[in-house]
C-alpha cells in the first residue's frame, strides 16, 4: 500500500514540474511588435488607424500574417515611438512602409537617436523586419539612415509595376534554394524597390541584377529587408490572386525564419 507521504511528494513533485514548464513557455514566447509610429495613417472615412496593422482585417492589413505568427505560438503587438523600454519588451521589430507627406501630414521620420536605439538592439540579439514600398509610396531618406547601418539602402524605383489584374507582371519564379521559399516556385511582387547592398549584408532574392530581398546577422541579432509589403491581406492569399501564387506559403517561410532567429 503506497503511504499518503509518499503520495503527497509525488503530486508535489508533478505540482512543480508543471509550473516550471507553464513558466518557462510564458517567458519564452516570442513577442513580434509591429510598428505603428513611422507607419501612421488614418482612414480618412473612420478616423482609425489603418494600413499594414495587426488589427486591419481589410486588404490593406496585416491581420492575417499576424494570425501566422499567433498560430506558431508567439504573441503580436503593436508599437508606438520606439525606446529601449519597449524594445527590450519584443523579440521581433517590423517596420512597414513609413509614411510620407502625401499619407501623414505630420509624419514621424526615423530619427538619428532611432537609429541609435534599433541598432543597439539588433546588435543585442533583436530581429529586424523592414518592408519598404515602392518610390512613390515610401519615405526613403530617414528610413535609409537606419538601413545603411546594417549595409542596405533602398532605391527611389517603382519594378514589377502591374497594370490591372495582370498578375503575371508581378510574378517571380526564379528563386534561389533558401529557407524564404522552400516548397514555393512562385510568388508576387507588386511595384517593389530594389536594394543596394554593402559590408556583410547579402542578397536573399535577385532578379535581372537587381537585389529585391536581403538580410544580414547583425552581431547578435538578425535584418531582413524587402522593397515591398508584399503578404498584407490583399496578396498573401487567393482572394484576388490566380492560385499558382504562393505567397501564403512563402509568408509561412518568412515567420519561420525570422522566429528562428528571435532570441
Known sequence: MVKPKVIKRHFLFISLFLLSFVV?????????????????????????????????????????????????????????KPDAAVLNKINIYIIVDPDTTAENPSPNYIMPEDIALIKRWVEDGGVLAVLANDGP????????????????????????PVTGNDFEMGAS?????????????????????????????????????KVLMAENKFGKGYVFAVGDPWIYNEYIDHDRLPESFQNRKAAENLTDLLLSHAK
Open 137 to 160: 509610396n515610401c519615405e526613403f531618406t530617414h528610413l535609409n539612415a537606419l538601413m545603411k547601418q546594417f549595409g542596405m539602402t533602398f532605391n527611389h524605383v517603382t519594378l514589377h
Open 24 to 80: 518557462q513557455n510564458l517567458f519564452s514566447q516570442p513577442v513580434v511588435g509591429l510598428d505603428n509610429w513611422y507607419n501612421r495613417e488614418t482612414n480618412a472615412k473612420t478616423g482609425k488607424p489603418f494600413h499594414y496593422l495587426w488589427t486591419d482585417t481589410e486588404f490593406s492589413g496585416f491581420s492575417r500574417w499576424g494570425e501566422i505568427f499567433t498560430i506558431r505560438g508567439a504573441k503580436i503587438t503593436t508599437l508606438g
Open 173 to 209: 519564379t526564379n528563386l534561389p534554394d533558401h529557407p524564404l521559399f522552400k516548397g514555393v516556385t512562385k510568388i508576387y511582387l507588386k511595384e517593389i524597390s530594389d536594394l543596394n547592398l554593402s559590408g556583410t549584408a547579402k542578397a536573399i532574392l535577385t532578379e535581372k541584377g
